[in-house]
């Protein structure tokens, strides 16, 4: 049996874990220390040594099994931890078009129940052993993705638990039922959250009809919800050869392999359906959209275009442009709605983007008295990254913060594991994580002003806005049709006139 203290070392252990793998992904957001108000210098720059511009980042090794199942392995011996992550290159793209939702319910319910195990088992088994075990999958996501991590001494146990779930889910129609009963309950829950109502709005006019317009399932496809529709899904994607096996950690191939092929080895592989990805729709005329909420004390303000593909040669540029814009307590939004104005307590920008083109957005939440004010400044600033080259120094302040993120990010293996990761489903070069610092050195002036008057297309700005129609509606009217809605997503009627 396991002593108190050793679960309390395997907790630590998986804090610090967690931790780790949430730092890798927010790193290239954080910007330099010392930030002042709108027109003061920037004091605090990230210290970045020459040295980290040439880098020579550990390589993973790889094998792959004889099924088809593609093992990748990064080492890592300061602790004695490890960290499994199937990604099954089957996402919620797969889904079918009148059945969105199917990869991300079939992620959720893997863990509540197998052919050997109970929902109640994995559970408390998974936690004798002070491990992690979960799956996800989004609805518009190329992968799906199961991941556990634990202690090395616990590693076999762990890893019969892990292959028992990604092989063998049952998906209890008695949990399917409370799975569904929970999820109808959080939509209704999120319909009173105005964040969620703006990201709702702003990604159905970006994306029309495209899966990644969706921010959460169907009603309809949660209703319908059966065990053979999860099965079958199942069935149909998680396969050896349309997966890939993850591994960082205190382990070595030599070691971990048997283990492996122990798991796996027997696992079946299959034709898989492939996947048509469909691409962006073209972006419409600029639009405004109003989402009332009576008497609401605050305005949630999205604004955005179309960005690119994340193997897009502007893939650099845009970082560097977004981190000026509003990447940070840094960026000029920041800088000119919260420090100089006083209107939020914070104003961000960010992009995305997968094999088919994802968003450029600005966005904030200003006190409604303040809308029209912070509605100004949002179209200056947009304007301004069109119109106006970034000075040296902000350019200098990004690349500093940029790479100075990056450098943090090499201590921590789960962040060198997810960049393998991307760098194999992107088919990106096989040096790209080596030369990412001087690919962000390289970027100009010229570059981010051309990305900016490419990508912030003020003729097909999408405008969102969540708040009172009653106060809102005449000062959106300012820059165009306004289109209101209510929290169900109905329209109302009643827009403002074109000026």
Known sequence: MRTKQSRIIAAALLTILASSLVFAQGAMGTGPAGQTTKGAVIKGKAPVNKNILKVKLPKAQEATLPNGLRVILLESHKVPTFTLQLVVLSGGLADRPDYHGLATFTAALMREGTAKRSSK????????????????????????????????ENLDQTLDIFADVVRSPTFPQAEVDKYKARSLAQLQVQRSNPQFLAQEQFSRAIYGDHPAALVSPPVASIKKLSTKDLVDFHSTYFRPNNSMLAIVGDVTMKDIMPKIEKAFGDWQKADVPTVNIPPAPAQSASRIFLVDRPGSVQTVLTLGTLGIERTSPDYFSVLMADRVLGGGPSGRLFLN???????????????????????????????????????????????RMRDEKVSADELDNAKRAIV??????????????????????????????????????????????????????????????????????????????VEVYDADGKPLGGGGDNK
Request: hydrophobic share 40%; proline share 2%; no cysteine.
């Open 121 to 152: 088992d994995i559970a408390e088994q998974v936690d004798a052993l002070g491990a992690t075990l979960a799956a996800t999958s989004g609805l518009s996501s190329l992968t799906s993705t199961v991941t556990t991590a634990g202690l090395v």
């Open 337 to 383: 709605l919260r420090e100089d104005k006083g209107y939020t307590y914070g104003a961000y920008s960010a992009f995305g983007g997968s094999k088919y083109r994802g968003i450029w957005s600005s966005s904030s939440e200003v006190r409604t008295d303040v809308t029209e004010g912070a509605m100004k400044e949002f179209m200056y600033e947009l304007k």
């Open 404 to 481: 100075g993120g990056f450098a943090l990010s090499l201590e921590q293996p789960q962040a060198l594991l997810q960049n393998i990761i991307t760098q194999k489903i992107y088919n990106l070069p096989a040096d790209y994580w080596d030369t990412y610092p001087q690919k962000v050195a390289a970027i100009t002036v010229d570059d981010v002003q051309r990305v900016a008057q490419k990508y912030i297309d003020l003729d097909h700005l999408t405008v969102v806005a969540v708040g009172d129609a009653s106060k809102a509606r005449d000062v959106l009217a300012k820059y165009g049709k």
